[in-house]
């Protein structure tokens, strides 16, 4: 439970400061010996705890989905195997898994979506990272609109969708290859755009360096790049800055 819901159940007489105490031993974080789960992360950032699942083990991962289900806690893991995702299902089914993305996620965030976040890909080989940033940024409260297979190579895709992408608060480019579309997409729209760059191409693209090296030394303005394959990173700053534009306005 949010140290928000406590003190309202606290107010409202419908928890006792007893009960709400001994929840209270738990914060700032929560040490399972081989993790500490930060509980007073939303308090500071904004949003909640994420879970790198990768490289952890599945007694400890499914102990972690565990103890945030049992405070009734939504948070998303990344980065999670089929193995991973089918471990914390069987002990939490209603945990939900996207092959896709990769994203294992606990519970739906309570608040309607908000503003508007754009997600392209120059290519259908991106989508997985793509759906990584997406997923993140719906998760973190954006609405959010996918243009997929967009790439320079045919602009013409691109250039079919610009009225809706300039809508966008915020505009995600992932791009492998060359990695040109960050800097395309930027020329076009008076929005911020989120470069990502995926490990997408042949020999001399260096695993993504290739699309790294393009967007950081792109000639367009308003680009800021993540680091190869970060889907996640590019989702939590486009959530970030859509939520700026719509704090204090009737952005919905």
Avoid: W
Wanted: with cysteine; hydrophobic share 40%; glycine share 10%.
């Amino acid at each position: 439970m949010q140290l928000q819901q406590i003190l309202q159940q606290v107010q409202a007489g419908k928890l006792s400061i007893e009960d709400a105490q001994e929840m209270l031993k738990n914060l700032p974080y929560e040490d399972l010996g081989f993790a500490k789960l930060d509980h007073h992360r939303k308090l500071r950032s904004g949003f909640g705890e994420v879970i790198y699942c990768a490289g952890k083990s599945t007694e400890h991962l499914v102990s972690i989905y565990q103890t945030f289900a049992q405070q009734n806690i939504c948070v998303m893991g990344t980065r999670a195997s089929l193995q991973q995702a089918q471990a914390v299902q069987s002990v939490l089914p209603q945990a939900k898994y996207d092959p896709v993305s990769h994203i294992l996620r606990l519970g739906e965030q309570e608040n309607e979506s908000i503003g508007l976040v754009a997600v392209c890909t120059a290519g259908t080989s991106d989508i997985s990272v793509a759906e990584e940033a997406a997923q993140t940024a719906e998760f973190l409260g954006a609405r959010v609109d996918r243009f997929y297979d967009v790439g320079v190579a045919g602009i013409h895709r691109l250039l079919s969708h610009i009225e809706q992408i300039r809508s966008a608060n915020c505009i995600i480019a992932a791009a492998g290859m060359e990695g040109a579309l960050a800097g395309v997409v930027a020329g076009l729209v008076d929005k911020p755009v989120i470069a990502l760059p995926t490990s997408v191409g042949y020999g001399t693209s260096f695993h993504g360096l290739s699309a790294l090296l393009t967007m950081l030394n792109s000639c367009a303005e308003g680009i800021a790049v993540v680091n190869i394959d970060n889907g996640f990173g590019a989702g939590y700053l486009a959530a970030q800055i859509n939520r700026l534009v719509c704090k204090g306005s009737q952005c919905k």
